[in-house]
């Protein structure tokens, strides 16, 4: 299925060619002439892949955490990453990140207004929180956090927590170095006491 | 001095304007003609009072503190505001804190290229910050929180939580009220246990 696999493949360019802008200027950046620019590809192009510019933007929020994902699994499978390890991944600690973190701000105002996009954001937050939430379940049954620890509750605040921290770090508000420090903070205090060896 | 009165009435008119705009649809439906039309002025007038849309722009940066202000000093002095009350009052639950949330993210992308519009943001976020921690390290001298609390620390880290919990609000990831339990739940961690009354 050539013809298949180049659509696809084309759609996903042109994603990408919306989120280098969106994280740029922004989605008022985001116009026909400008994806197709920055695409390298001809208007005609763009408008063959998507009827229009509000399908084009909805499509591009279906794959904005797949770098989330690859930053997160990108760890070598025997590292066994903790509840610390992935926090610190989302913070806009490299250039991936930052442009992650930018796109998935460039798109918010719009998402609260297009019931679609809002759609894959609450899908994307959702798996994020179960996998947060798993880990944090592991840690307290392993006994490093405290037993009074509930798992979809504290995954929620950390995500919030990473969430307003992303900002910060952005917005130069904290830098990476006293963004993390926030997290061991916030960690320390839901951390059990060390079980002494017997 | 009728003349200046009315030259800084008209800026706030438009500015005004600009906010709605950018709230309910983000900066990409902030034009000269959208803005005239949301002002209820003419084009011509607008561009009279900013010399471009940037100016424009960077102006209406420098009112987007005032809501939450009124909204903080709102509370009758007798009230002694808790950290708490000051916390749930960013929170976007209300429609005019929602509408504050909604113009701080859409001006975020464009702070981040902006200098001038980034030392605005910082200079908000810088008196906001030292205002918490003087509530923090009054009730912790109070003895209402642990003593080992780090009010500037803490009021970063706070601040950071409210803003991930503002976005997450507002995007139906939490109700407002799992955002204030979420709160309590942070501020429960902080809080001295109850001294014996003697």
Redesign the interface.
Known sequence: MPKRVDHEHRRQQIAAAVRRI???????G?SLNEVAAEAGISKGFVQHYFASRDDMLRFATTTLRSGLEERITAAPPEADPTVRDLLVALLPLDDAARDDA?VA??F??????DAEI?GH??TG?GQL?DAVAAMIAAARDDGDLLPTVEPA?EA??L???????G??V?????TGE??V??ID??LS??TATPRKTP
């Open positions: 969106a994280a740029d200027r922004g989605l008022e985001v930018l701000n460039a918010l105002v719009r998402a609260l207004k809002a954001f609450r937050h929180r509750t929620g605040l995500l919030a927590l990473m969430s307003g921290l900002d910060a952005l917005l130069g508000y904290q006293e963004a420090a926030l903070l916030h205090r839901i």
